[in-house]
């Protein structure tokens, strides 16, 4: 949902899964149309400018994930294919979403956890962990909650009518499109500069990164 719900919030997005892509599906492959060659745009490249989705990280093989290491790095693909030598840009903000392996252990590292390498890892600006703890308090909640939406969805739509009338006068919740066209507006108005607390956290988490690569490594 959350990979869903970023892509609808870009004016550009592209959501594709893990499981079954290739390394052509993502940057680009060759392809023959009336006897000639040509170069057919993966889910990178068609994102340029926008939002990739990949979702199922942890299923691509090794390799394919490797190919887009570039792709991340220097926002462009080096094509050769065919005969065809270019150079293609994928200037897309990846949002990647991965299973652990098995139960998370906060006690080894991410890519322990995930599978996935140390270089890949760096590549991605923030790694959030969502963690599903147990807490028997917050699953009755949430079980509730569920029923609810399935059982009593005309009473909720009364209830949701009822707060609405009760608002303040001007305050209005944002449409998605509007939503969308704010986003869009602050990251071509603004451009944001790093503090230096900042630069520390950057730097002591690229440290971190880069040691428990090498612990994997080994």
């Not at 550009?12 to 893990?18: A, F, K, Y």
């Given at each position: 949902q959350f990979l869903k719900f970023a892509a609808k919030l870009s004016n550009?997005?592209?959501?594709?899964?893990?499981l079954g892509s290739t390394s052509a599906g993502l940057t680009v492959t060759a392809v023959k149309d009336g006897g000639e060659w040509m170069l057919e745009a993966g889910a990178l490249v068609l994102a340029d400018g926008g939002l990739c989705c990949i979702d199922e990280f942890d299923s691509m093989r090794e390799h394919d994930r490797t190919t887009i290491h570039e792709?991340?790095?220097?926002?462009?693909?080096?094509?050769?294919?065919?005969?065809?030598?270019?150079?293609?840009?994928?200037?897309t903000t990846v949002f990647g979403a991965t299973n652990p392996k098995g139960q998370y252990d906060s006690n080894e590292s991410l890519s322990v956890n995930t599978t996935l390498s140390?270089?890949?890892?760096?590549?991605?600006?923030?790694?959030?962990?969502?963690?599903?703890?147990?807490?028997?308090?917050?699953?009755?909640?949430i079980s509730s909650h569920i029923l609810a939406q399935s059982t009593?969805?005309?009473?909720?739509?009364?209830?949701?009518?009822?707060?609405?009338?009760?608002?303040?006068?001007?305050?209005?919740?944002?449409?998605?499109?509007?939503?969308?066209?704010?986003?869009?507006?602050?990251?071509?108005?603004?451009?944001p500069v790093l503090t230096k607390e900042a630069e520390s956290v950057i730097s002591g988490y690229y440290q971190l990164q880069r040691r428990d690569g090498t612990h994997n490594a080994g």
């Open positions: 550009r997005s592209v959501i594709t899964t893990g792709a991340m790095e220097q926002q462009t693909i080096s094509v050769a294919k065919a005969g065809l030598v270019t150079t293609l840009s994928t200037r140390g270089p890949l890892l760096s590549r991605f600006d923030i790694v959030l962990v969502l963690l599903d703890k147990k807490n028997p308090k917050l699953d009755g909640i009593k969805a005309e009473e909720n739509k009364a209830s949701d009518a009822a707060v609405k009338s009760t608002q303040p006068l001007g305050i209005k919740e944002w449409t998605l499109p509007c939503l969308r066209r704010y986003i869009h507006y602050v990251k071509q108005r603004f451009k």
